[in-house]
């Protein structure tokens, strides 16, 4: 009696291996979210950031995870916008907070599908190939990426198997110790280390130091219902503007917006006017 969707057939496919193990929806995301780093990595990954809503059926609240990550001590008296401004990655200790806040299944089980995609890698298919392709010079840039990403100096082919073993070590180490795997000891020095190579700003105790939050969630209402959604700096306040701009301007009663002209116009007005807002009044805090 689940759905779960995803980018890629192999994620959502972990996520449903966990229902199919008397897991719940936190155990099932989450899992996703760890093979979706390992099979869509130009889109997510463990050096990202993780937001999640989860609505809580028995008391009936939501909560959301908020893991953008945060800049480093170094930084914090800098300019925002420099180039020098590195974030400590929150996807790791945010999804794993999030299992052990909620989960029901042992670590070891949520992370195993992303652990084997990586060990005994992925058939690579159209999209990851063109993205790849597009990647070539970034790609190139650094001689790790290039040694995995581009074998034989060329992106991995349709139909290729990619397989990523140093992420499978990984993977295998937050399963058995946690987060601290990665945001403590040889992981973190090198992260810090790297990411000083390039000029940013990050060091070993930023990363020891993390903490993801949880938070109420945005809400607002829109045609008699309440709307849920993770508050700044990601996107759930833009959202709610849009609902209320299109409902309060009288968007609704023109019609559908993919067949009537005008009410395709006051869709896109709120949708200008809620990303005009959130550029100019929308930040994250760290």
């Known amino acids: 009696q689940g759905m779960v969707v995803?980018?890629?057939a192999d994620a959502?496919?972990?996520g449903?291996?966990?229902l199919r193990q008397g897991g719940n929806a936190v155990d099932a995301a989450v899992a996703t979210a760890f093979a979706l780093g390992v099979v869509d990595p130009s889109q997510t990954g463990l050096g990202g950031y993780?937001?999640?809503v989860v609505w809580l059926a028995g008391p009936k609240r939501a909560e959301v995870l908020e893991a953008m990550g945060e800049t480093g001590a170094d930084a914090a008296g800098g300019a925002p916008d420099s180039p020098r401004t590195a974030l400590v990655p929150g996807f790791v200790a945010g999804l794993l907070a999030l299992h052990e806040r909620h989960g029901r299944l042992p670590r070891a089980t949520v992370l195993e599908p992303a652990v084997r995609l990586a060990r005994d890698g992925f058939v690579v298919g159209p999209l990851n190939h063109r993205l790849f392709a597009a990647s070539v010079d970034k790609l190139r840039a650094d001689s790790a990426a290039a040694a995995l990403f581009l074998?034989?100096?060329q992106p991995p082919r349709v139909g290729d198997r990619l397989v990523q073993q140093e992420l499978a070590g990984l993977l295998e180490a937050l399963a058995r110790d946690g987060a601290r795997a990665m945001y403590e000891g040889p992981v973190a020095a090198r992260i810090a280390r790297k990411t000083r190579a390039v000029g940013g700003l990050l060091d070993s105790a930023d990363l020891a130091r993390y903490r993801p939050a949880f938070v109420r969630p945005a809400c607002a209402t829109f045609r008699g219902m309440t709307v849920l959604a993770a508050p700044g700096p990601v996107a759930g306040p833009t959202v709610a503007e849009?609902?209320?701009l299109a409902e309060s301007s009288g968007a609704l009663a023109m019609g559908?917006?993919?067949r009537e002209p005008a009410a395709a116009v006051r869709w896109a007005d709120a949708?200008?006017?809620a990303l005009a807002d959130r550029g100019n009044y929308q930040g994250h805090p760290t």
């Open 12 to 14: 959502s496919a972990a």
């Open 271 to 273: 949708i200008r006017v």
């Open 6 to 8: 995803s980018s890629a």
């Open 50 to 52: 993780a937001v999640g």
């Open 242 to 244: 849009v609902l209320q």
């Open 16 to 18: 449903l291996a966990m």
């Open 256 to 258: 559908d917006p993919v």
């Open 151 to 153: 074998p034989g100096g």
